[in-house]
């Protein structure tokens, strides 16, 4: 087994980090990931509250599930969304509170 360097260790995970940041740059999938935040949800509901088609939510739900911050809950023939961890909510709820002090 090689052993990565720190340093190496350090960059591995910022560049991890900036894809995550990457992906929530997109104003749907941010307001995809704010929804549920609150609650799981299916496509169909996700694409009401973002004001979107599901065909796009759709889209925007298989990069979120790459990068390991929605998944999935299957009841019969319905998909339900969910993000993966506390860790997702927590990046938005800081974010939020940061832009909501910028904006006062």
């Known amino acids: 087994m090689v052993k990565t ?4 260790a ?7 980090m900036a894809e995550i ?6 104003p749907t ?6 929804a549920l935040r609150h609650r799981e949800l ?4 996700l694409a009401t509250v973002v004001g979107s088609s599901e065909s796009a939510v759709s889209h925007h739900l298989r990069q ?12 019969g023939r319905m998909i339900y ?5 506390d860790h997702v909510a927590t990046l938005i709820d800081i974010g ?3 832009v909501r002090e910028i904006l006062d």
């Open 96 to 98: 939020l509170e940061h």
């Open 5 to 8: 360097s720190s340093a190496q």
């Open 10 to 16: 350090v960059s591995e995970e910022l560049g991890l």
């Open 29 to 34: 999938r941010l307001g995809i990931v704010d």
């Open 64 to 75: 979120l599930r790459l990068s390991r911050l929605v998944r999935t809950r299957r009841d």
């Open 42 to 45: 299916c496509v169909a509901d």
């Open 81 to 85: 969304y969910r993000l993966d961890d």
């Open 21 to 26: 940041f990457q992906i929530l740059a997109d």
